[in-house]
């Protein structure tokens, strides 16, 4: 059961990696780049529940913190230059 | 308990899936943001909810994981949003 999901799941992130090679501005690809890094979140919990360790827990925290991160440093890019 | 869990799943996995053909056919970044923002929140949660079905001990991680992602998501959409309004880009 836990393995459709991930099918689901990946399947998704492929499409989302569509939208972030073809984007058109570069406010298209930090949206696909925060989308993804979101979805990782999300597969990182469905990981732990296949492995049964609540160690992959903090590793999502961690992750869900870095694509926060890069999302918000981005957009002051966007906005601002260097 | 468990399939409840699996319910739960199932639906945050569906709004990923959709937000992933939003994501696809939307015009413009704006819309873009608008689908790419709103429903990956509400899949995080129901996942995380699952999860809290489905291994009722980790109740505390899950519940930080799932109250950090509800902070900064809209958080990062309205910077990405100011962003590209202040770069004049097309509406």
Redesign the interface.
């Known amino acids: 059961?836990?393995t459709l999901?991930t099918i689901?799941?990946m399947?998704?992130?492929f499409?989302?990696l569509?939208?972030f090679l073809k984007g058109p501005?570069l406010?298209?690809r930090?949206?696909?780049f925060?989308?993804m890094s979101?979805?990782s979140?999300?597969l990182l919990?469905?990981l732990?529940?296949y492995f049964e360790q609540?160690f992959y827990?903090?590793i999502?925290?961690v992750f869900?913190?870095i694509g926060?991160l890069g999302?918000?440093i981005?957009?002051?890019y966007?906005?601002k230059g260097i | 308990m468990i399939y409840i869990g699996y319910l739960f799943i199932f639906l945050g996995a569906m709004a990923f899936a959709v937000s992933a053909i939003g994501l696809i056919r939307m015009p413009d970044v704006y819309t873009r943001l608008h689908v790419g923002t709103k429903s990956t929140t509400i899949g995080t949660v129901l996942v995380i909810m699952g999860a809290m079905f489905i291994e009722p001990s980790w109740a505390l991680k899950l519940l930080l994981l799932a109250v950090f992602i509800l902070i900064t998501n809209p958080l990062s959409s309205s910077v990405i949003a100011r962003a590209s309004r202040r770069d004049r880009e097309e509406l």
């Open positions: 059961m836990l999901f689901i799941l399947s998704a992130m499409f989302t569509f939208r501005t406010s298209d930090v949206i696909a925060d989308v979101i979805m979140v999300s919990v469905i732990s529940l609540s827990l903090d999502a925290l869900g913190l926060f999302a918000t981005f957009g002051r966007i906005e």
